[in-house]
């Protein structure tokens, strides 16, 4: 599998550093970790010393409030995140990203990890949620441990930060990112006129995890139940993140709704979010929305590529265009609603 999305499925713990060679190693910071990415000169000495050399970094803390409208995730919430003119302007850049508040709270560690995988778009050094009883039932009933937090796995009581950001959950509305760049994020009722697409991606590290395969689910399967299917025209592509991932799916039956819905089943990789495989655009016109992490020129194949969650990844690739899962809803029960007398 993915090697961030195996860190925290496998090994990570509460209360530990965790480097990688690669931008997205924060996503372990869900379990409350410190995890960064780091050079490979850097990782190579740390194999031999045990040690990674860094600069103690100011802490930004991101407070969320309210809880998420039904069909809204962590992606909506990191791509509303990515657009605020705080962070457009460097104010995240080499900061710890500490996500807390009541909306955090309430929010699963396959979600957390959403949040601080993506710290490396928001230009963070790392994303951190401090360990609670959420994680704690995370590591029994996924990985069979049984974990004590310590006292100290939380900041302290007036700690100083660099910035702090709020955000109030229950106002987002579904997001979407334009091509080019994971800040140009807007919410997807406000574009000017119909968007179509020509593939539709949900997987990578950010978005290949058991609960976005849980969302991937839910979409097609509510499609399948009023009569819609992925139309000739679109393709699209579902990847696990991992084999447990792919083995959770198949035990609880989603494989046979993917597969009626007409979806393409793709084994653990990072695919199309490094353009290494299936689910990557081949031609400049063709347009892509995807539930990976970035969205720079070239990223995922030559065409552009337009980030959303996974409900809206899946909505949009049943409607053909792009459409929140609340919208398609709505389109389908006017198509439905009778004439008058």
Known sequence: GISHAMMAEHYALPGQVVVGTDSHTPHSGALGCVAFGVGTTDMANALVTGAVRITMPECLRVELNGSLPHGLTAKDVVLHLLALPAIRQGAGVGKVFEFAGPGVAALSTD?????????????GLTGIVAPDN??????????????????????????RYAAELVVDCARLSPMVAAPGDPGHGRPLDTLDAPVQID?????????GKREDFDHYHAVLAWGLEHGLRVPAHVQLF???????????????????????????????SC??????????????????????????????????????????VMASALAGELISWAALRGRVQSENRPEPP
């Open 111 to 123: 979600e957390r990890a959403t949040l601080t995988n993506m710290t490396a778009e928001l230009g």
């Open 134 to 159: 959420e994680t704690l039932r995370f590591l029994r009933e996924r990985r069979g441990v049984d974990f004590a937090l310590e006292p100290w796995m939380h900041s302290d009581p007036g700690a």
């Open 199 to 207: 593939i539709a991606y949900g997987g990578s590290c950010t978005a």
């Open 238 to 268: 579902l990847q696990y993140g991992t084999t447990a991932v792919r083995d959770y799916c198949i035990a609880k039956g989603y494989d046979r709704t993917f597969a009626a819905a007409g979806a393409r089943i793709l084994q653990p």
């Open 271 to 312: 695919g199309a979010c490094a353009n290494c495989g299936p689910g990557s655009s081949t031609r400049t016109d063709q347009v892509t929305v995807s539930a990976i992490n970035r969205n720079f020129p070239g990223r995922s194949g030559p065409g552009q590529v337009w980030l959303a969650s996974p409900p809206t």
